[in-house]
Structures are given as structure tokens and as C-alpha cells.
Nanobody, 124 residues
Framework: VQLQASGGGLVQPGGSLRLSCAAS?????MGWFRQAPGKDREFVAA????????YYTDSVKGRFTISRDNAKNTVYLQMNSLKPEDTAVYYC?????????????????????WGQGTQVTVSS
């Protein structure tokens, strides 16, 4: 499985960006993570493909939306109302199997496949 991420950039506070992650190969679910300078990689959002279940970290709920285009095998992260603290390198990740239930994979080591990072900078 190979992942290709895109869509980062510089945006003012309150603005929006949409990140994309195109996958080659069959995956069971994907996640978005981010890493700010000097900090650990942290979970942002996850999607379980079997039932389109979604899960978000508290700090982005109501502002970010993870979605999928099945035909393009691409997952998106729509980010609205961006804040300076959202500034980070964003990574998409995938796993080929995904437990169908109430569980979501939110730790980096849960994912075997990673895209290259894309920088998101929120600044005036």
C-alpha cells in the first residue's frame, strides 16, 4: 500500500484547507495524524471504511471532517476554523484490516502504512 498526501499550505486563522490522501491498494481504514516541532505525533481523525465510522480527537471536533471518495480511493481531511495551534506536519496513515465495532485505531503504531507529511501553517 502506498499513500500520497497533498493539500497543505499557509492559511490565516479562521481559514480552511482540505488535505487529500490517495491510496494504492486495498485498505480497511485510514487516519490522519499531525506533528508539531518538538512534539510527539498525535492523532487527529480516523475513518473505518466498512461502515464509514469516524472518530476525532477532541480539539478538532466540529472543525475537521474526515471523508472518503470510494471511486478514487482517496481520503480527505477538511479543516475549517483553523487555529495557530493546528500548525503541524500532517500525515495520513492506513491499515489493511480494521475491527468493525466501536473501536478506532488512534495510535501511530496501529498503522503500517504512511504517506509523506504535508505542512499546514496557520498564521496571520
Amino acid at each position: 500500500v502506498q499513500l500520497q498526501a497533498s493539500g497543505g499550505g499557509l492559511v490565516q486563522p479562521g481559514g480552511s484547507l482540505r488535505l487529500s490522501c490517495a491510496a494504492s491498494g486495498r485498505v480497511g481504514g485510514m487516519g490522519w495524524f499531525r506533528q508539531a516541532p518538538g512534539k510527539d505525533r498525535e492523532f487527529v481523525a480516523a475513518m473505518r471504511f466498512a461502515d464509514a465510522g469516524r472518530y476525532y480527537t477532541d480539539s478538532v471536533k466540529g472543525r475537521f471532517t474526515i471523508s472518503r471518495d470510494n471511486a478514487k480511493n482517496t481520503v480527505y481531511l477538511q479543516m475549517n476554523s483553523l487555529k495557530p495551534e493546528d500548525t503541524a506536519v500532517y500525515y495520513c496513515a492506513a491499515r489493511t484490516t480494521y475491527y468493525v465495532g466501536s473501536y478506532y485505531y488512534i495510535r501511530p503504531y496501529d498503522y503500517a502504512y504512511w504517506g509523506q507529511g504535508t505542512q499546514v501553517t496557520v498564521s496571520s
